[in-house]
């Protein structure tokens, strides 16, 4: 034979079996399809376990576009390569996962590929829910199940090629998929295991406050340094926290269980959906998360105390005020009356000092406060505040902002503050209106299934 008929055989070897790699990589068999379940033919003990599941994996406000039904999808998620849209998880045969089973479910939860076989975007957690346990993924089977049947086809991604063909992800999960269910650390308490459980797994925590690499995937070396969701940044919760007064387990507790915390501030944008579902969970599991998250932030510096930081915003007031007098004028006729009341939050303004958003590397929180304000929670008392965006310019907000910054703080002035607001009223408006276009867009029925 012929040295070139070896090499051509070689190469058409490396060829086939390279091709055979990439199928067995990517391809993935369909499930049967069953009968939908008659909603009384689940436990209703099981279920309302899978409610309290659902609730601590946020899947609701995921899963749900304001003013549609529940977990009928169709909610955008913005991320650096494009916008995906949720999907339909109500038990609709046709356009939600009515007809999928146990298996079929449990199958993407923990390895992201849908009943029909399809990759599914990372969007949708999974790299977190491999630590759900077989119990736990039968719970939530069966809350969904029993929840009211919609029909919502999904609507369709908007990602440019190549990342539009799913073939893109099973490459990413052979990056950064690890299936490994998480293991309990016998030198540590029951109580901060089923934190730990709950935090890496079904309330998948590092989504939002750890940040990724290029390709989207947490930065392992980096684990809840900060991330960003949905145009808010989430504020690094170890110890990089840049909240001026340290967090310990009790705080953590009071703040995801209410929303709001006097030392800290109130939640907002997508951490005040959390809190929201964390409100109806069983206490002890929020205590839990809270003791383990204590365990990541730390023990705190000796300086980083309550009495130590507000001594440091009080006496520079005056100086403040002369070097911006237009903040200071804005500051008292727009925010002095509640935040200097002397009252604790709900009732009053947090004492700016506290504030995270203040003391923040990155302005863009506060700026999307300022202009959205806090809306009240209806049927609770809860923190409000008005939003300024429309009796307020870009100029006079960037006022206010570096007033509150040097008169609250000692940190150094922000950069760039006016591009910031101005990007925050822009993706403020533009995430509306991409939330309305979902509720009338056409659906594609290529896209059934998959998030």
């Not at 109580?191 to 690499?213: D, F, I, K, Q, S």
């Not at 510096?301 to 804005?330: C, L, Y």
Request: hydrophobic share 40%; proline share 9%; aromatic share 8%.
């Amino acid at each position: 034979m012929r040295t070139s008929g070896i090499i051509g055989g070689l190469i058409a070897a490396l060829v086939i079996g390279g091709a055979a790699f990439a199928f067995a990589i990517v391809w993935r068999p369909a499930l049967a399809t069953i009968d939908p379940a008659a909603r009384q033919s689940f436990d209703p003990e099981m279920v309302k376990r899978g409610r309290e599941l659902a609730a601590l994996g946020n899947c609701n406000d995921c899963h749900t576009l304001r003013g549609a039904k529940d977990f009928a999808g169709g909610l955008p998620v913005p991320t650096p390569f494009g916008t995906i849209f949720s999907t339909n998880i109500t038990p609709d045969p046709e356009t939600g996962i009515g007809r999928w089973s146990e298996e079929a479910f449990r199958r993407a939860m923990r390895t992201g590929v849908d009943r029909e076989g399809h990759h599914l975007y990372p969007t949708f957690p999974y790299d977190h829910f491999t630590n759900v346990t077989d119990d736990d993924d039968r719970a939530l089977y069966a809350f969904l199940m029993t929840r009211e049947p919609v029909v919502a086809p999904a609507r369709a991604n908007e990602l440019p090629f190549p990342l539009n063909q799913r073939v893109v992800v099973a490459g990413w999960k052979l990056l950064f998929l690890r299936p490994e269910t998480y293991q309990p650390d016998s030198t540590k308490s029951v109580e901060w295991n089923r934190g730990a459980y709950l935090v890496e797994g079904l309330a998948h925590c590092g989504a939002c406050h750890t940040p990724r690499n290029a390709l989207g995937a947490e930065r392992a070396s980096a684990s809840f340094a900060g991330g960003e969701s949905d145009y808010w940044s989430a504020y690094a919760i170890n110890a990089q926290s840049p909240a001026p007064v340290p967090w310990d387990a009790e705080a953590l507790y009071f703040y995801l269980r209410n929303g709001w915390h006097p030392d800290h501030g109130t939640a907002r944008g997508p951490m005040a959906q959390v809190v929201s579902n964390l409100s109806s969970v069983p206490a002890s599991d929020v205590h839990a998360i809270a003791t383990y998250m204590a365990g990541v932030f730390g023990p705190p510096a000796p300086e980083r105390n309550r009495e130590a930081v507000v001594a440091r915003a009080k006496p520079d007031e005056g100086k403040t005020s002369q070097a911006h007098p237009e903040g200071a004028a804005i500051y008292a006729a727009a925010c002095a009356s509640c935040h200097e009341s002397g009252r604790q939050p709900p009732y009053g303004g947090v004492n700016l000092a506290l504030s995270t958003a203040v003391n923040a590397p990155d302005p863009r929180n506060l700026a999307n406060i300022v202009l959205a304000g806090v809306r009240p929670v209806e049927g609770e008392r809860s923190p409000i505040m008005p939003g300024f965006a429309a009796s307020m310019n870009d100029t006079q907000v960037a006022a206010l902002l570096n007033y509150l910054r040097s008169r609250f703080t000692s940190q150094p002035p922000w950069h760039d503050l006016e591009k910031t607001i101005e990007e925050a009223r822009r993706t403020q408006t533009a995430f509306l209106q991409t939330s309305a276009g979902a509720r009338s867009a056409p659906a594609d029925p290529a896209q059934r299934d998959k998030p």
